[in-house]
Every structure is written in C-alpha cells, then in structure tokens.
C-alpha cells in the first residue's frame, strides 16, 4: 500500500510564502516523477510543478519564478516552496507521484489527499 501524505496548506496574505511537502510511504520500488498540481473550485486539476528523478523541472507559466519545486530521493518526499502568492493561487493543492511498487509491475500515479491553500488579497 502506498500513500502520499501532504503538510504545509494554510491561510496567507497576498505576496506571502507558504512551504508545501509531500511523503511517499509504502511497499515503493521507485519513484520517477512527482510533482505537485491543484484544482480551484470549478476548474480542472491543472499542473503547477513536475521535477523527475533526475532533478529536471517543469513549471506552469503561472508560477514559474515564484515557485519552486525540490525531492529528497533518499526520503521520498518532494517539496512546494511557494512566494509572492497570489490570491489566483487560492486551491486545493495535491501531491502526484508516478512510481513501481515492484520491479516488473507498472509505473502507476498515486496521489495524496490534498492541501487546501489560500491567499487572501
């Protein structure tokens, strides 16, 4: 069983900084990708960052240079540091990890609970 277990939403005003984190536990034979992505209320769940195992990045427009994306591959945790927020910024955030559980099974994607953030103008 694998989960994904986030910390770190909150209440921030306009132009504040929040730190999200995510862990990954269970029976996990690798991890490639993880990422974080979030969904408002009436909207799609969209991306927000990706970094592989590697450390490569990708960022939405809306956040690059304000937010960044980090893993600690001996924890299995990847990280959300979010500054000079915006109150469009204001969703649920969730955590994805798209891992193999066992050497032959399936790269799979899990997600974690979700996060609520909001920035208040």
């Known amino acids: 069983q694998v989960q994904l277990v986030e910390s770190g939403g909150g209440l921030v005003q306009a132009g504040g900084s929040l730190r999200l984190s995510c862990a990954a536990s269970?029976?996990?034979?690798?991890?490639?990708?993880m990422g974080w992505y979030r969904q408002a209320p009436g909207n799609q769940r969209e991306l927000v960052a990706v970094?592989?195992?590697?450390?490569?990045?990708n960022y939405a427009d809306s956040v690059k240079g304000r937010f960044t994306i980090s893993r600690d591959n001996t924890k299995n945790t990847v990280s959300l540091q979010m500054n000079s927020l915006k109150p469009e910024d204001t969703a649920v955030y969730y955590c994805?990890?798209?891992?193999?559980?066992?050497?032959?099974?399936?790269?799979?994607?899990?997600w974690g609970q979700g996060t609520q953030v909001t920035v208040s103008s």
């Open positions: 994805n990890a798209n891992l193999r559980i066992l050497p032959v099974s399936r790269d799979r994607d899990y």
């Open positions: 970094i592989t195992s590697g450390g490569s990045t």
């Open positions: 269970g029976s996990i034979f690798s991890i490639n990708a």
